[in-house]
């Protein structure tokens, strides 16, 4: 089993929707919880991050974190043909030594105007 | 502010070379991570530089180094190139917080 699961779609939603994209994980350990957007042939750009359980909202796009189900999920809100692109979860550890992050292996979105 | 900077772009290589490639962080990061991503893998962190000391390593051979110049600079080194090695690869500046990584374009490789 890996340590960050992410249903790799693809998803097509007609524009205005409302969009749901979920990973899970295993390790209960993990503290820092980020969300990435890659567009084709780009780098995968921060969107958002979010320490321990809760809800943080910015703009269009809320991200959700429910440690006890050790599940995290990026809601986007009136979704635009822009937000078509590739989008990675990743993970982190309080750790003093290091930034290293696990990834789950993207969903890939498509809106349609 | 200048973003993350990978050169070069795009690479190809035959198997058996090595190869090099760069990355200029942002101003003032001094944390950086390396990271390979593959369509059947996803992303997979290789290893991070600290202050020119490698921090963190990821579960890659020893064909895959690196090292960090004083001026936070990252250089990454593959030797014996594999076909499997075709990637892209990409590279990710922090300040010190590690839920703030801001990659940069990445670096297209090819091995043929």
């Known amino acids: ?14 524009e205005g929707a409302i969009v749901s994209l979920n990973c899970t994980y295993s390790n209960s350990a993990f503290q820092y919880f980020m969300w990435y957007r890659q567009y084709s042939r780009k780098g995968p750009e921060l969107l958002m991050y979010t320490y321990s359980s809760g809800n943080k909202e910015d703009g269009r796009f809320t991200a959700q ?8 999920s990026l809601f986007i809100r009136d979704s635009q043909p ?32 | 502010k200048a973003g993350v900077t990978q050169t070069p772009r795009y690479l190809i290589k035959t198997r058996g070379q090595q190869v090099t490639l760069s990355c200029s962080p942002i101003s003032g ?26 921090r963190n ?10 090292r960090q110049f004083s001026n936070s600079r990252s ?11 075709s990637a892209l690869y990409l590279c ?21």
């Open chain 1, 1 to 14: 089993q890996k340590e960050v699961e992410q249903d790799p779609g693809p998803l097509s939603v007609p």
């Open chain 1, 65 to 72: 974190v429910d440690k006890s189900s050790k599940y995290i």
């Open chain 1, 82 to 113: 822009s937000d078509s692109a590739t989008y990675l979860c990743a993970m982190s550890f309080v750790n003093q030594a290091g930034t290293a992050l696990i990834f789950g292996k993207g969903t890939t979105l498509s809106v349609s105007s």
């Open chain 2, 29 to 54: 990061h001094r944390s950086v991570s390396w990271y390979q991503q593959t369509p059947g893998q996803g992303l997979q962190f290789l290893f991070e530089y600290f202050s020119e000391t490698q």
């Open chain 2, 57 to 66: 390593k990821g579960n890659f051979p020893g064909r895959f180094s690196g």
């Open chain 2, 75 to 85: 250089e990454m080194n593959v030797s014996t190139l594999e076909l499997g090695d």
């Open chain 2, 92 to 112: 990710a500046s922090s300040g010190g917080f590690v839920a703030e990584a801001f990659f940069g374009q990445g670096t297209r490789l090819t091995v043929v």
